[in-house]
């Protein structure tokens, strides 16, 4: 299975928005309206920061937010913070493999 | 509180098995369909195998199929999966969860090395 395709390096400032782009297919993103965003610090655990295309997990900032237009999952960071500096990672099902698959993975710094 | 504990990682030579347990606390696992996933050092997760809530379906990504067997014993609330031959590959940081699109728990993982 080919992982989904994010940018490897996103960056802002304090107070800024950035969005972090998850190109897949047809056949994973454009079909289904499952996809999850994933938060990842160095050392822990991944963690959920959107789930099912646009829900936030309750505890999880409002400033998260997620889209998705034809094959394209979005992950969208408004009001930037300096712990929102991490890795993300999106995640789609796929239909062709009844499987999952993630995203390359982005690294978001905040200047 | 809800949560998931990965155990039986450790360090193993190639062509060995291991089997890793994943425990679940403050809930029942039963209802669940139940994930493992790995992360290589330095690189993003990778989504490896899924059981079906009563343990009669399970799938595999290509990279372990034939090597790894996923299992679950709901009386202990507690999913295994089972890995044999391993590979310097199979190094990974291993994690358990319910789910991977929808809301759920994932554990902290436990590490699995491979090497000689």
């Known amino acids: 299975q080919s992982a989904l395709t994010q940018p490897a390096s996103v960056s802002g400032s304090p107070g800024q928005s950035i969005t972090i782009s998850c190109t897949g297919s047809?056949?994973?993103?454009?079909?289904?309206?499952?996809v999850s965003w994933y938060q990842q610090h160095p050392g822990k655990a991944p963690k959920f920061v959107i789930y099912e295309g646009t829900k936030r997990p309750s505890g999880v900032s409002p400033r998260f937010s997620g889209s998705k237009s034809g094959n394209t999952a979005s992950l969208t960071i408004s009001g930037l913070q300096t712990e929102d500096e991490a890795d993300y990672y999106c995640?789609?099902?796929?239909?062709?493999?009844?499987?999952?698959?993630f995203g390359t993975g982005t690294k978001v710094t905040v200047l | 509180e809800a949560q998931l504990v990965e155990s039986g990682g450790g360090l193993v030579q190639p062509g060995e098995s291991l089997r890793l347990s994943c425990a679940a606390s403050g809930f029942t696992l039963t209802t669940y369909w139940m994930h493992w996933v790995r992360q290589a050092p330095g690189k993003g997760p990778i989504w490896v195998s899924r059981?079906?809530?009563?343990?009669?379906?399970?799938e595999y990504a290509d990279s372990v199929k034939g090597r790894f067997t996923l299992s679950r014993d709901n009386a202990k609330n507690t999913v295994y999966l089972q890995m044999r031959s391993l590979r310097a590959e199979d190094t990974a940081v291993y994690y358990c969860a319910t789910s991977m699109v929808s809301q759920g728990i994932w554990g902290q993982g436990v590490q699995v090395i491979v090497s000689s």
């Open positions: 995640c789609s099902y796929s239909g062709d493999t009844s499987l999952f698959v």
């Open positions: 047809s056949s994973d993103i454009g079909s289904y309206g499952l």
């Open positions: 059981i079906n809530a009563d343990g009669s379906s399970s």
